[in-house]
């Protein structure tokens, strides 16, 4: 209706200025010659009105087609910023974000987000495009769902969460490992980022530097997510994993906990989640284990207590497990240094930090795989790197050898379910096919 009340404005103003004189003429004439007795209204043929079709009005010329700007959110923007730098006036962009607010705060839009802007068509006036009115604008903070904002008349906006239709597909890949894990699983198709994860959910148990050895395999199923429009958006969960490992399986299947959380259980209903982690760091190499050394500065052989990292500098380091920091400051030869106690028998040290996380103090409660602090090479360090050290009650032990104590065992009705649920993804995973060689995505 605004387009329409629009074009017959529009329509008027082009209206010949005789022709609109002479109708204010011919109407009072009119109005004083006509009575209820007359025998005929007067015809057409008697008042000469000017055609409407002969009027030179085109309606392409008058209306724009709808403009629609796609913005991707960058780091330091913020909506009221990006909505203005489209054209819609400030005032409206106030408004709508108001209305937004009730359904998704603007707080929450983070780099990478989609915003869409689409404004009514606009209508040229004496050669002039009218001002810019929102017609729809749509906040896409994942692919699973949209927030959608609407005028509704008067300069008020209504906002509404709309889900979108995804689809998740299921790929297998199985290998037998030649020379490292990466290699092997990456040449049969699996990606990075899903090879990566598969290493985490791993980590607690598997020494990826020595444990794995040629002739072992791997076998994994995970899932790849398609927009509402078919196209390939990212990969999804690993729901099993299985690392076969001198002929001893390692199962892992995902599972949703009755208190809604996501882990990985192996085949008996044990978490894949020790209490500790033996490499509290993603994408290191092990540079040197624990054992009697040559020390690289000192120059004469003394006991290395703890197992080396070498990462890039700045590289997250995690704590191994939930605890409670008791040491957070420079330790001498350690540099930059963080002691966790995670119980009466074990905790956890963790040196040459280039710097602490914030928030990690002395006294602070951390849980497990939280960020602690960033690789670096202070104190007695030849390279960046993260010299980690577990201590059973007091005394440092070999990371890497050490049995870790267990973490959560399900039992009873949660065993059950679980159960049920390895079953299930047993089935799914025989049913894939197993190409040599699976698709990206």
């Known amino acids: 209706m605004k387009i329409l009340g629009k074009l017959l404005r529009n329509v008027a103003s082009r209206l010949p200025t005789a022709v609109l004189l002479v109708s204010a003429m011919l109407l009072p004439l009119w109005l004083f010659e006509w009575s209820p007795s007359d025998a005929a209204m007067p015809t057409t043929a008697e008042i000469q009105m000017p055609d409407v079709a002969s009027i030179p009005v085109d309606i392409k010329d008058t209306l724009s087609p709808p403009e629609i700007k796609k913005i991707t959110v960058g780091k330091g ?13 400030r005032n409206d962009s106030h408004h709508a974000i108001k209305a937004l607010s009730k359904k998704f705060s603007p707080k ?3 780099p990478g987000h989609e915003i869409v802007v689409t404004f009514e068509p606009a209508v040229a006036i004496d050669g002039k495009d009218s001002a810019k009115e929102l017609n729809k604008l749509v906040v896409r903070p994942d692919i699973y769902k949209e927030y959608v904002v609407r005028p509704t008349g008067e300069g008020r906006f209504k906002a509404a969460l709309e889900k979108k239709a995804v689809e998740t597909k299921l ?10 894990l990466y ?5 049969t198709g699996v990606p990075v980022p899903v090879l990566m994860e598969m290493i985490r959910i791993f980590s607690w148990d598997v020494d990826f530097q020595r444990g794995i050895r040629s002739g072992d395999k791997f076998e994994i199923m995970y899932e790849r997510i398609f927009t509402d429009k078919g196209e390939f958006a990212r990969y999804g969960n690993i729901l099993y994993a299985n690392l076969i490992l001198r002929g001893d399986p390692r199962s892992l299947y995902r599972h949703r906990t009755r208190q809604g959380t996501d882990d990985y259980f192996d ?3 044990r978490s894949a989640r020790k209490a500790l982690m033996r490499t509290p760091i993603n994408g290191a190499r092990l540079s040197s284990g624990y054992g009697r050394r040559r020390h690289p500065i000192l120059g004469y052989t003394k006991m290395h207590r703890g197992a080396d990292f070498a990462a890039p500098s700045g590289t997250p380091i995690y704590a191994g497990g939930s605890g409670t920091v008791v040491y957070r400051a420079r330790k001498g030869g350690y540099g930059n240094y963080i002691r966790i106690r995670h119980n009466s028998e074990y905790s956890t040290a963790y040196a040459h930090m280039k710097s602490f996380a914030r928030k990690v103090r002395r006294g602070s409660r951390v849980r497990q795989g939280q960020v602690i602090g960033y690789v670096g090479s202070t104190g007695r360090s030849t390279g960046p790197h993260l010299h980690y050290e577990i201590l059973r009650r007091g005394r440092q032990v070999n990371p890497m050898r050490i049995k870790m104590p267990s973490g959560k065992h399900l039992k009873g009705k949660e065993l ?5 649920v390895r079953d299930k993804l047993d089935i799914k995973y025989a049913s894939l096919p197993a190409p040599s060689k699976v698709a990206r995505n």
């Open 108 to 110: 929450r839009i983070r």
């Open 267 to 269: 085949d008996k209903g």
């Open 416 to 420: 059950a379910l679980f159960t049920k």
């Open 171 to 180: 790929s297998r890949a199985e290998g037998t490992i030649d020379s490292s």
């Open 183 to 187: 290699v092997s699983a990456t040449k």
């Open 77 to 89: 923007d913020t909506l009221m910023a990006l909505l203005v730098a489209t054209g819609l006036p």
